[in-house]
């Protein structure tokens, strides 16, 4: 049994004065998401990611098209009870606490009063609220509130989580800590479904992840096969390597950036490695590393959306001088 | 049910915090604060007086927090996207409807005995001594509260539908027609039409009645209320809410959050 | 599951049971509605204008609404007049008090003052049988409404029809007579009422003239009651004699005005104003038939 579905399902939203004109927000999608494994939705905003799981979660009905959960259809209300879900920018009850909101939860879940007492107690020391439990959630900040939010997702101990965009919010610490959650509740056997459109933490916990375009798939796959789609670049180092060494270089390295003492020098030609090295053994400059780069989740990416995949511009490139000017 | 409950209970605790509900309160208390002191200047008509204004206050003040906790309701839910965790839950949407109901009613049947309490405690201050024939005072309270579960039904549908402005123009308006809906078929008749008879004996049945539930006056000139008016009128109001409700949770099956 | 090619994603279930509950409901409601209705009409709804016994209290709480809350008493006035009338009952008690606190939420409500004047001064069953309070209230009237001349016509025909008081009543006419506006025959009716008091003519001019000006159609109706009440007593005056003139010749009672007829008295059988046939009555006096609609004690 799949754990989510889909089949052919287009949502439109009609617009307008008299609500005339259609626009479609998701477009024949057709996903399967196996059960135990980190999905993950990509697109940029506006794609239609959260779209999708407002359907899945019955917040929004398809305009035509199919989809199950867990093997159920979407209009079995009870199947909600194996589902957790973290929506977009979340706002829960200003003038209720952290333990009282999560209270409540649990009570809509059916939990009985020292089991949801004792999964409170547990969620929130997991995620670090212990010390905020009986603040009101007005007090929160957006960081905690995003934890709150992830709690009440979990408080059901379900075996399908969805959620839409996690990360926001969070600090670097926070995004950690919640990137080690997620890898966490895939070892506990629980399916997680996830959006976001930072593609880097996609590229870190997912198995297998759908592009989203204006409403279509654009590419789906397992991430391992996407980012072993080859080499891309070798990234070569060197300190202080000398006008001379990288005129010569200069044959057979797309792009020379400077910082300082170190120079990066990014050589497209797979074959063109081991010369290079030669010469600089041979120059006798100091090798700070060799790397081959693979294609980033995010060259795939921009390879999708129809752009050119490019090696992303270091920060170091924009304010260094312009090394062809360098000597001159 | 149980998650009916939990609903419900929800509902009155974020209600009861509402500040503008305990203004309302105390306007109601000072105005009953008040009664004792015009019913001194008119000599004979004092408890008259008192009775009158006591409940007239109940119940205008009370429709004023009926509407007011009524219309923020559901609108707030949706509108601050609170309502995407509740409905992500096992909870289908006609138990959220009956959930925030209820909590109304609770939070309407708390501010309206205060209200009461307050009253009696201007009863007392100003006949020095309560009697039980002053009981007959809960009778009215009573029907004042029916009205009020109807308005408040009338306000929880127009809030899962628009705004909470247009929502309380809606609701006050049906307020003051149902009061009125009695003379509306009147009219009707005297026009002499046959097509206008038919609508308004239309209307008359399809509006909610409030007209019926006025009984403050005879409650203050010591009057009996007929147990049949009792009965009928509790049941009136138990089909009317039930009318209410299943057409919000209607609206609420086919609305969607964007 | 497609359905019309919409895919039905709601919960099963619950739309039709709302449906059935919120038809179920409505229908119920019709016959409840009734009953309260007819419960209600039995309670009289007497209390609701005691609420506030002084229309100037309730005045200064309108808040600047009075006009219309006066507009709603008068609806409230003509409303519980007519229930009375249906219900056959004798008594008005509460006709007095709506007027007057609709008169004071609007002093300038003329058809008040006017429908007292008939209404409240009407002997029961046709009214309250309060004249002196009729009195009162028109002339409150009077002094909101000073250039009305017909209110002065309404004290007028008080004083004439329901407290005989001739002399009262000419006094009012004269007055009204003076006011500017005021039509022509005011004068000559003070003049006739001043000289001959209570004639027949006179009581069907003040009539006529309220039918014509009738602003609602209880009055007017009111009216053509009386109007004809007048004429059926003057037509039976005229058998009368007839019948008289008829035992001065034959030397005995006629039993029937077809004998009449035979002689030559009446070119036909004489039918009052409602269109029935008069009969003689026991001590051989015209009298009206049992169906007539004519009802002769709105003349007492």
């Known amino acids: 049994m799949l754990a989510v579905e889909t089949s052919d399902l287009t949502k439109d939203y009609y617009v307008g004065f008299f609500r005339k004109r259609p626009r479609r927000a998701l477009d024949g999608l057709n996903l399967r998401v196996e059960r135990g494994e980190v999905f993950g939705l990509l697109g940029p905003n506006g794609a239609g990611k959260t779209t999708t799981l407002k359907i899945l979660l019955r917040l929004v009905f398809p305009t035509s098209g199919t989809a199950r959960i867990l093997g159920r259809e979407l209009d079995d209300v009870a199947m909600h009870a194996r589902v957790g879900y973290l929506p977009e920018n979340p706002y829960f009850y200003d003038h209720l606490t952290a333990q009282e909101f999560m209270n409540y939860a649990g009570e809509l879940f059916g939990l009985r009063s020292a089991e949801r007492q004792r999964r409170i107690n547990r969620l929130l020391e997991r995620l670090g609220l212990g010390a905020s439990r009986d603040l009101p959630l007005r007090k929160f900040s957006k960081g905690m509130v995003q934890r709150v939010g992830i709690a009440q997702a979990l408080i059901n101990d379900p075996e399908l989580v969805f959620l839409d965009e996690p990360m926001s919010g969070l600090d670097p610490l926070g995004r950690r800590e919640v990137r080690d959650l997620i890898l966490e509740l895939k070892e506990e056997g629980k399916t997680i479904f996830f959006s976001t459109h930072i593609l880097s933490d996609a590229e870190v916990l997912c198995d297998r992840v759908a592009i989203l375009n204006r409403g279509r798939l654009q590419g789906c796959g397992e991430l391992g096969e996407i980012l072993s789609l080859g080499v891309a670049v070798t990234e070569v180092v060197l300190e202080n390597p000398g006008e001379e060494l990288l005129k010569e270089l200069r044959l057979y390295t797309r792009s020379v950036v400077q910082t300082g003492e170190r120079v990066r020098l990014e050589v497209p030609a797979e074959s063109d490695v081991a010369r290079v090295l030669a010469l600089v053994v041979r120059h006798t400059a100091k090798i700070v590393s060799v790397n081959p780069v693979k294609m980033s989740l995010e060259d795939y990416f921009m390879a999708q959306m129809g752009a050119t995949p490019e090696a992303p511009p270091s920060r170091e490139a924009v304010n260094a001088p312009d090394p062809e000017r360098r000597g001159k | ?55 007239s206050s109940i ?45 109304l009613l609770l939070t309407l049947l708390v501010n309206t005995a205060i209200m ?12 020095r001594s309560l009697s039980v024939a002053d009981l007959a005072v809960l009778e009215a309270v009573y029907f004042i509260l029916l009205q009020l579960a109807l308005v408040v039904g009338l306000a929880l549908f127009f809030s899962c539908i628009s705004t909470p402005i247009l929502s309380a123009v809606f609701t006050l ?46 409650v203050a000139h010591g009057e009996k209320i007929p147990a049949y008016l009792l009965y009928s009128n509790s049941l009136y109001a138990l089909l009317y809410g039930t009318i209410l409700v299943s057409a919000a949770i209607l609206v609420l099956e086919e609305r969607e959050f964007r | 599951m497609m359905a019309g090619g919409i ?16 038809g179920a409901s409505f229908l119920a409601l019709v016959p409840l509605q009734r009953g309260i209705d007819r419960e209600l009409a039995v309670q009289g709804k007497l209390a609701e204008v005691l609420y506030v016994p002084s229309g100037r209290i309730l ?50 409500l003329v058809i008040a003052y006017r429908f007292g004047a008939v209404f409240l001064a009407e002997k029961p069953p046709g009214g309250a049988g309060q004249p002196k309070e009729a009195l009162h209230l028109l002339r409150r009237g009077i002094v909101a409404n000073p250039h009305y001349w017909r209110l002065w016509q309404d004290l ?110 009446l070119p036909a059988l004489p039918r009052d104003p409602s269109g029935v046939p008069y009969r003689v009555g026991p001590e051989g006096r015209a009298a009206l038939g049992p169906e007539s609609k004519v009802d002769l004690r709105l003349l007492q």
């Open chain 2, 116 to 127: 009461t309490a307050g009253f009696y405690a201007a009863l007392f201050y100003q006949k």
């Open chain 3, 156 to 265: 007028g025909f008080i004083y004439y029809w329901d407290l005989k008081d001739y002399a009262s009543a000419a006094r009012a006419f004269q007055t009204g007579s003076e006011r500017p506006g005021a039509a022509i025959w005011m004068k000559a009716l003070a003049a006739s009422v001043a000289a001959a008091g209570g004639q027949i003519q006179t009581s069907r001019l003040l009539w006529s003239e309220i039918y014509r000006q009738a602003e609602n159609e209880s009055i007017r109706r009111s009216a053509q009651e009386h109007l004809l009440a007048l004429q059926a007593q003057e037509e039976m005056e005229h058998l009368n004699r007839l019948l008289g003139q008829y035992r001065a010749r034959e030397g005995r009672q006629a039993q029937r005005f077809a004998e009449l007829v035979a002689a030559g008295s």
């Open chain 2, 1 to 55: 049910m149980r998650r009916v409950v939990s609903i419900a209970l929800h509902t009155f605790k974020e209600s009861v915090r509402e500040r503008v509900l305990y203004n309302l309160i105390v306007f109601a208390l000072l105005l009953m604060g008040a009664a004792i002191l015009f019913g001194s200047i008119s000599v004979g008509i004092e408890q008259i007086i008192l009775v009158n204004l006591g409940l």
């Open chain 2, 59 to 103: 119940s205008v003040f009370g429709l004023l927090m009926a509407i007011f906790i009524g219309i923020g309701l559901v609108w707030k839910e949706i509108e601050r996207r609170s309502i995407y965790s509740i409905l992500s839950k096992p909870v289908r949407r006609a138990e959220f409807v009956v959930g925030k109901y209820c909590g």
């Open chain 2, 173 to 218: 308006c049906l307020y003051i027609i149902g009061n009125l809906s009695a003379d509306i078929r009147w009219f009707g008749q005297e026009t002499g039409s046959a097509v206008v008879e038919k609508a308004t004996a239309v209307l008359y049945y399809l509006l909610p009645n409030f007209g019926d539930f006025n009984v403050i006056a005879q």
């Open chain 3, 59 to 108: 005045q200064r709480l309108s808040l600047g609404h009075e006009g219309l809350l006066a507009d709603i008493y008068w609806t409230r006035v003509v409303q519980y007049f007519g229930r009375q009338r249906l219900s056959h009952a004798t008594r008005f008690e509460l006709l007095g008090p709506l007027l007057r606190i609709t008169t004071d939420l609007d002093p300038q």
């Open chain 3, 7 to 22: 895919p039905v994603l709601r919960e099963p279930g619950t739309r039709p049971i709302c449906w059935v509950l919120l």
